[in-house]
Nanobody, 118 residues
Framework: QVQLVESGGGLVQPGGSLRLSCAAA????????VGWYRQAPGKERELVAT????????DYDQSVKGRFTISIDNAEKTVYLQMNSLKPEDTAVYYC???????????WGQGTQVTVSS
């Protein structure tokens, strides 16, 4: 059974850092396109960062470019989102999404809360 398990959220002060993890349970990210999304209260879910595992290509929303970094471990089992210089407007529930490029299947994690506040 394909499952995404997210962790790493929490409360951090403005200017601080957090690292989110998205672990693949029961599969590897080898042929996947993985993205981190976020949804703030009263707002639509928005795409933050993506990585194409086969090529290592990454892309970022303009609002996080230079502050956030998406990466994957060598075993292709965990995708990370390193978040630096956090701002109050980064507060949201962050979701991991994985798209199987071979089977065209789409999976979501359960979400992890990130709160940036003093």
């Amino acid at each position: 059974q394909v499952q995404l398990v997210e962790s790493g959220g929490g409360l951090v002060q403005p200017g601080g850092s957090l690292r989110l993890s998205c672990a693949a349970a029961g599969f590897r990210f080898s042929s996947y396109f993985v993205g981190w999304y976020r949804q703030a209260p009263g707002k639509e879910r928005e795409l933050v960062a993506t990585i194409t595992v086969t090529s290592g290509t990454t892309d970022y929303d303009q609002s996080v470019k230079g502050r956030f970094t998406i990466s994957i471990d060598n075993a292709e089992k965990t995708v990370y989102l390193q978040m630096n210089s956090l701002k109050p407007e980064d507060t949201a529930v962050y979701y991991c999404n994985a798209v199987d490029l071979v089977l065209a299947a789409n999976y979501w994690g359960q979400g992890t809360q990130v709160t940036v506040s003093s």
